[in-house]
């Protein structure tokens, strides 16, 4: 497809990109090798873009509760007090419902209220127009000598896939740490090999339960961090290419002065799906928050 839908960024030429020139510009992340990653587990290559806003947003999340924790007061609470303490109570009922201990609740609660709006954070960036951040890089890109062609700038970290599976990653390793610390190395090694088949006096049967509950045990842990992050990654990544495409819609209206049937679609489709989306990105927070919950309560109890 050849249709004139845009610019080349940043440049005073012509250039005219094909809409999958447009789309496989916006989903290449701008990495530390300056071109497209050859491979989505090559560990040589790292996602600056996704490096720095979600830092950013986690530094963010940090100085917004503490903004909002120091000026807290007893009385009538202000406007960002009262909607941190909304989401505060909902975090703690969940922790409250799933894990029974009042020790365990005071690490996972916190933990998971900061998931939750640093996850809601770097989902929402997902709301910004889809050319503003990396227009405004590939500019500063070209000024300071460089192509403005590999100027690759994808602003929702979510909608990484190493991004959201190293996230879960870190939640398997709480929930390695809490299995050893609640019942101990013993206890932990015996509930590999006894759950879920449970085991046998008889040797024999007793060592091919033991394999067979391992080996689900293995699976179960693999499953759930793959799911985990994979749910995460695969929304949003779905959310960003429909941004995408709406997109495209207002710059072919644009770029051939057609009719006005273009320019309302493109409006009131995108009206429509940020609507809808802010829904998706809430939604998408609260799953991988309760699911970080689940997980890690799961830890703390026996089978």
Request: aromatic content about 12%; proline content about 4%; overall charge negative.
């Amino acid at each position: 497809m050849k249709e004139n839908v845009q610019q080349t960024p940043g440049t005073s030429q012509e250039s005219v990109l094909t809409v999958s020139d447009y789309i496989n510009h916006h989903l290449t992340h701008f990495s530390n090798q300056g071109h497209p990653q050859s491979g989505l587990f090559d560990l040589s290559v790292i996602h600056i873009d996704t490096l720095f806003y979600s830092i950013s947003l986690g530094l963010l999340t940090v100085f917004f509760m503490a903004f909002v924790a120091r000026r807290a007061t007893s009385g009538v609470p202000r406007r960002w007090q009262a909607a941190v303490e909304v989401v505060l109570e909902m975090v703690a009922e969940e922790c409250k419902n799933v894990i029974h201990s009042p020790k365990s609740r005071e690490f996972v609660g916190p933990l998971a209220l900061t998931v939750f709006i640093w996850i809601f954070l770097m989902n929402a960036m997902d709301l910004l127009p889809v050319d503003l951040l990396p227009v405004i890089w590939s500019n500063l890109y070209e000024a300071t000598g460089h192509d403005p062609h590999h100027a690759y700038m994808r602003v929702v970290p979510t909608a990484d896939l190493n991004a959201t599976l190293g996230m879960s990653s870190g939640v398997l390793l709480l929930c390695l740490y809490y299995s050893v610390k609640i019942k101990g190395w013993g206890g932990w090694a015996h509930e590999l090999v006894t759950a879920p088949f449970g085991t046998s006096k008889n040797p024999l049967f007793f060592l091919l339960l033991a394999v067979a509950n391992l080996a689900m045990q293995i699976i179960e842990y693999i499953a759930k961090t793959l799911s985990h992050g994979m749910r995460l990654f695969g929304n949003m990544y779905a959310g960003e290419l429909i941004f995408m495409l709406i997109a495209l819609m207002g710059a072919a209206w644009a770029s051939s002065l057609g009719t006005g049937f273009l320019w309302l679609g493109n409006v009131l489709s995108g009206t429509v799906w940020a609507i809808f989306h802010i829904l998706i990105i809430t939604l998408q927070a609260f799953v991988f928050m309760m699911l970080t919950i689940i997980y890690i309560g799961q830890a703390h109890e026996g089978h």
